[in-house]
């Protein structure tokens, strides 16, 4: 039995599942080879901007930049209890792991996204993992979920310090920095709601850029009817999981359960640095105030 507050941590991670799968799956439908090219192009942004946000977090608590930390320090998410992974080894030059049950995988292959899953795999995890040391790790994904016939995700992540950069090695291992003292790291919030909110901003950002910039009006079209089935898709499943367990579908339920709000003037301080394309405003009108009417708030 499952918490509220699991409850909400569910819903904002199938949220933002279904928002790439909506979006991505249009780009894809409506505009072919070069809208997966857009796709895949759009999702590697993302996560260089994610890998970015996550090592500048690390160095400004004089954190080394390697695989233990990039696996263990500061997630900007909490836990999905549906979740469910066999950790084969985690240290400062390698992270290997199988992914046994991902809420992600689940949702793409319940939707039959498989195609748009295993484009997010092939294009977010390595470009995030790589470049949050600095271009210099290799990323392994044999096997994934989204893959038929792969029973599991299976991560190899590695960083030596021979394939490393000199000048980078004393920030990347502590071995390499003779004067290291490494400092008690301050602990940090992790708040379900901000961390999915930012993400999802991100996720659509990039995917509204790349859509326009390589397919022009047809790219950004694209978006705005994936946008408005996402829509329509989260309003059905917030009524069906509400009702299934007898919660009032009220502002303050569609708040904690959404990773966006429906007035997204409410937020403005993820928008500021991804306000270009007019997102925000293509966001609200395609899909926040459509799902307003649906859900009736």
């Known amino acids: 039995m499952y918490t509220y507050e699991q409850k909400c941590m569910m819903n904002l991670g199938d949220a933002y599942t ?22 895949r192009e759009a999702t590697r942004q993302f996560g260089y901007d994610r890998a970015e946000t996550t090592r500048a977090k690390h160095l ?24 469910r992974r066999e950790l084969q080894e ?21 939707y039959g996204w498989m195609k748009i899953g295993r484009i ?13 040391a600095f271009d210099q790790s290799l990323v392994n994904l044999s096997k994934t979920l989204t893959q038929e016939g792969d029973e599991y ?38 708040n379900g709601k901000k961390g999915f909110a930012l993400l999802s901003i991100k996720l659509y950002y990039y ?12 790219g950004r079209d694209a978006v705005r009817g994936g946008l408005e089935n996402f829509a329509d898709a989260m309003a059905e499943l917030l009524k069906k999981r509400a009702g299934r367990d007898m919660y009032e579908i009220n502002a303050v339920y569609i708040s904690e359960n959404l990773p966006l709000e429906l007035d997204s003037v409410r937020d ?5 640095s991804y306000s270009a394309y007019e997102s925000r ?15 009736g708030i």
């Open 60 to 83: 400004a608590v004089n954190a080394k930049i390697n695989m233990l930390n990039l696996f263990t320090l500061y997630h900007d998410l909490p836990g999905d209890p549906r979740f």
């Open 90 to 110: 985690i240290k400062p030059t390698e992270r290997v792991s199988h992914t046994l049950v991902c809420p992600m995988a689940d949702i793409w292959k319940e």
């Open 268 to 272: 403005m301080g993820i928008w500021d």
């Open 207 to 218: 995917l509204l850029k790349y859509a326009q910039e390589y397919l022009g009006d047809a």
């Open 18 to 39: 279904l928002l790439y799968g909506f979006v991505a799956g249009n780009i894809i439908e409506t505009c072919g080879v070069d809208g997966e090219a857009a796709v």
């Open 153 to 190: 995700c299976d991560f190899n992540v590695i960083l030596r310090p021979q394939d490393v950069k000199e000048e980078l090695r004393p920030i990347c291992f502590e071995e390499y920095d003779p004067d290291y003292q490494k400092p008690d790291f301050p602990e940090q919030e992790v």
């Open 120 to 132: 997010y795999c092939e294009e977010f995890h390595p470009a995030c993992y790589s470049h949050y």
């Open 281 to 295: 405003e293509l966001m609200q009108e395609a899909c926040s105030d459509k799902m307003r009417k649906l859900l």
